[in-house]
């Protein structure tokens, strides 16, 4: 009987939970609705057009571009649908970023998952209200994140760097590269040898912090003067097999 019961005041519950849920969404305006939806496009369109600008002398994921036009339709819809200002940012947090904190990625991209989040909430929170507050909030980022681009603000004289040197196994390498490596960079570490050829080379490896406007061919040249011109590889760090630690 006590089952019986339980389940009748659980019909109800869910009954009037459908209810309200009903009413909640009926009472959004259909006209708030189609502006919020139109402002979330036009703004995701506007942010990804920024992003591949500023990406455009590197890499970028078409996915990620998609991701960005996208995101600020859907926490706008999520903010207009659900009357609850707390629950409908936590929803939206907990499905953007989920994916963000566990895929590798240069941050600065993540800002741009912020910012799209950010004009989503201001398109769902003002919908038609206060329309110049978000083409400002745009113009006044989008504007910050030029000029960072354009004047390559905080990027470092030098880049961390792997240098892979071939020798014979009878050359002393002991002192032979460190006037080279000393006038052509900042800092430097031999970090591993090994024997290669079936130990009739050696391998060489070395990080370096690189000067940016090294010439980098004539930096290998120096080195080829002096190995034998043998093989000699010049990689960043991250693009390295890193069998050897960093630090």
Known sequence: MFNNLNTIASSANNLFSASD?????????????????????????????????????SSYSSSYVL???????????????????????????VFTLCRYRTVPGDPKDIT?????????????????????FLFLFYIVVAAVLLIVDITRFGQCKTSSM????TIPEDMNYVGLFDGILDHYTTSWKLRRIK????????????????????????????????????????TLFRYDDKVYEQN
């Open 21 to 57: 849920t009903a009413a909640a969404i009926s009472e959004v305006n259909i006209m708030d609705l189609v502006v919020t939806l139109g402002l979330g496009v036009l703004m995701g369109i506007m942010i990804s057009v920024l992003y591949i600008f500023t990406h455009r002398k």
């Open 67 to 93: 991701t960005i036009l996208i995101l600020p339709v859907i926490v706008s819809v999520v903010l207009v649908m659900i009357n609850s200002m707390a629950s409908a940012l936590s929803l939206a947090g």
């Open 112 to 132: 741009y998952v912020f910012f799209a989040m950010a004009v989503g909430v201001i398109c769902g929170i003002n919908r038609s209200d206060y329309i110049w």
């Open 162 to 165: 792997t240098l892979k040197i």
């Open 195 to 234: 024997t290669t050829n079936f130990g009739s080379l050696f391998e060489l490896v070395y990080s370096l912090e690189m000067k940016n406007d090294t010439d980098q061919k004539q930096f290998i040249d120096e080195i080829r003067n002096l190995n034998g011109n043998l093989t000699v590889v010049l």
